[in-house]
């Protein structure tokens, strides 16, 4: 599903991704790992052009960007289109409903007929869990709720691919659990997914990859019983000490 080939990007002389390949095989799960400022989020934002590399190639499905020359706004559109994002706040629309937070994409980016959206996102609120919660605004959601409406917005665009920003890391304990249940649901349908976290024992349970990157390189990758249970890499090792154990 998504092929990324000695991928490149700097911000001015940061250079933050080195030279990245990844694959990630339909329908399966990868979780990427690594200390804050490994290019983590860059990578993520390249995979769906929100981020634009230097040098490298991006194939997303049949989407694919080729850096040796520069992409058009229509390349990039269409890669964009092929994922969902789910960011770290959620940031929803604070004066629409979760309802209408989950509609507008699919209106007015895709224009598609407002009685199928409202269809779909209804059903899409149920999923997540929140069928009651439709004609609530996001202040009347607690943080793991509003991230669950995140995850139905990103749904309805129809995406291919699921990229996953650090989806918990901004909410409180008791509520990290419906979300990460709502993603292994999603793991489960068959979506494929990448997701950025540091919740480890969901990257045991879920992940069919693990990917840990440091300093704008993979450094290892493999089965998350291998990476995470008997990392080769003195720097992979360190790191999951680091978070195991902060103390
Ligand atoms: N738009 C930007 N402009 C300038 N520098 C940036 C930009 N985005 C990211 N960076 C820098 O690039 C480096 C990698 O950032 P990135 O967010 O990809 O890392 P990360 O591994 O996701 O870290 P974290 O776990 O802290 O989110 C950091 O040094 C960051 O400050």
């Not at 700097?10 to 339909?26: A, E, K, P, Y």
């Not at 068959?190 to 440091?214: C, K, L, P, S």
């Not at 249970?229 to 720097?235: I, K, L, S, T, V």
């Amino acid at each position: 599903m998504v092929e990324v080939r000695d991928l490149h990007k700097s911000f001015g002389d940061l250079h933050v991704l080195r030279g990245i390949d990844l694959s990630v095989d339909r329908g399966s799960v990868t979780v990427l790992i690594g200390p804050s400022g490994s290019g983590k989020t860059t990578l993520l934002r390249c995979l769906n052009s929100l981020e634009v590399p230097e040098a490298g190639t991006v194939r997303v499905d049949d989407v694919e960007l080729d850096l040796a020359r520069r992409p058009t706004a229509s390349e990039l559109r269409r890669l964009r289109a092929t994922s969902g994002m789910v960011f770290q706040s959620h940031q929803l629309f604070p004066h629409r409903t979760a309802l209408q937070n989950v509609t507008e994409g699919p209106l007015y980016a895709q224009r598609r007929p407002a009685a199928e959206v409202r269809t779909e996102a209804t059903a899409l609120l149920a999923k997540v869990g929140l069928a009651d919660k439709a004609a609530a605004y996001p202040h009347e959601l607690s943080g793991g709720q509003q991230q669950r409406v995140g995850i139905a917005r990103a749904l309805a665009l129809r995406p291919r691919l699921l990229l996953f920003d650090e989806p918990t890391s901004a909410l409180d304990p008791e509520t990290v659990g419906e979300v990460l249940a709502v993603m292994r649901d999603l793991a489960a349908e068959g979506w494929t997914m990448v997701v950025v976290t540091h919740e480890i024992r969901f990257a045991r349970q879920v992940a069919d990859h693990v990917v840990f990157m440091d300093d704008g390189h993979v450094v290892e990758e493999g089965r998350p019983d291998d990476v995470l249970g008997a990392p080769r890499h003195e720097r992979t090792r360190r790191f999951l000490q680091r978070i195991l154990d902060p103390l």
